[in-house]
């Protein structure tokens, strides 16, 4: 489970801004390293959540993906989103069960993907240790990634730098408070890349995604998006946001949209995005 957000209360709203970001790049990586046709490939969706990238790679025509989640919210949402697969036999497990551990043989999969998960765990940058110490959690995400694949399967990691999160999310700066706390959840990409070395993976890259918001673009271009707790439900980071902090908040995008410089905060964030991206993808082999 997430160590400070409540998915199975916020699996009901979920699937209404989000999307899965970067699914190109993953069916791309896929056709390009496997090293066998697309419809062979078994991919394990870890943290899969309400499984929008299960029924992406499915629709695309991966022939098996095999999700894993710690909320039973997300994965009831996930089951009737994808029954069609279930009942094929492309989806042949649905598991409940709490990264990092995974609960599959050696060399099980083609391809592990982890899209925004590592930051649940649990690890959380402290100054008196160093930054190794700090993440033994994701550490254990991705060596437990690297003994599920096969020889030449590929490892997805989706995540994002402390750039792009100071960045390029146009409301974060509102919750500075929490964003400060958000920070130090996340690895460091470039311990990332050091964590899967250390693994055994090669060809470790690190893939910015440019062009596409992480939220549907509706959503999050609703500038009053923040007063309302369904939209907030559809981020995370507003588990980390006290009452006082979130009724701030609140005041400033009212006061802010009334005098006009909430839009001017928006395009700001919009310029940093395109040159940033909000997202990154680590993309390893096996």
Same mark, same amino acid.
């Given at each position: ?13 979920? &699937? ?11 069916? =791309?990586? %896929? ?45 009831? +949402? ?32 083609? +391809? ?13 940058? &402290? =100054? ?5 110490? $700090? ?18 399967? %590929? ?17 974060? $700066? ?35 995604? %440019? ?22 439900? $559809? &981020?995370?980071?507003?588990?980390? +946001? ?14 802010? &949209? ?17 040159? %940033? ?10």
């Amino acid at each position: 489970m997430s160590t400070y957000t409540n998915y199975n209360k916020s699996s009901t709203n979920y &699937d209404d801004s989000r999307k899965p970001v970067g699914v190109e790049l993953y069916l =791309d990586s %896929i056709l390009a390293n496997v090293g066998k046709p697309v419809e062979e490939v078994h991919v394990l969706d870890a943290g899969c959540g309400t499984g929008n990238y299960t029924e992406a790679l499915l629709n695309g025509g991966v022939g098996k993906v095999t999700m894993l989640d710690a909320s039973e919210g997300m994965l009831s +949402v996930a089951r009737q989103k994808i029954a069609q697969y279930i009942e094929s036999g492309r989806v042949p497990q649905v598991l409940q069960s709490t990264l990092p551990t995974m609960p599959f043989t050696n060399g099980h999969f083609d +391809v592990v993907m982890i899209n925004q998960v590592a930051h649940h765990l649990g690890d959380v940058m &402290d =100054d008196s240790k160093t930054p190794e110490e $700090c993440f033994p959690k994701t550490q254990k995400l991705i060596e437990e990634a690297y003994r599920v694949l096969r020889n030449q399967g %590929i490892f997805l990691f989706n995540t994002a730098s402390k750039e792009q999160l100071s960045l390029a999310y146009w409301f974060y $700066c509102l919750i500075p408070d929490a964003i400060q706390i958000y920070l130090q959840k996340y690895a460091p990409l470039y311990l990332v890349e050091k964590f899967a070395l250390q693994a055994g993976f090669t060809s470790v890259n690190a893939l910015p995604e %440019i062009n596409k918001t992480y939220m549907e673009w509706s959503s999050y271009s609703n500038l009053e998006g923040p007063l309302s707790e369904t939209w907030r439900k $559809c &981020d995370s980071i507003w588990s980390l +946001v006290t009452d006082k902090e979130l009724k701030r908040a609140m005041q400033q995008v009212t006061e802010m &949209d009334t005098n006009g410089t909430l839009r001017e905060l928006f395009d700001q964030s919009e310029k940093e995005r395109m040159l %940033i991206g909000q997202t990154t993808t680590i993309v390893a082999t096996k």
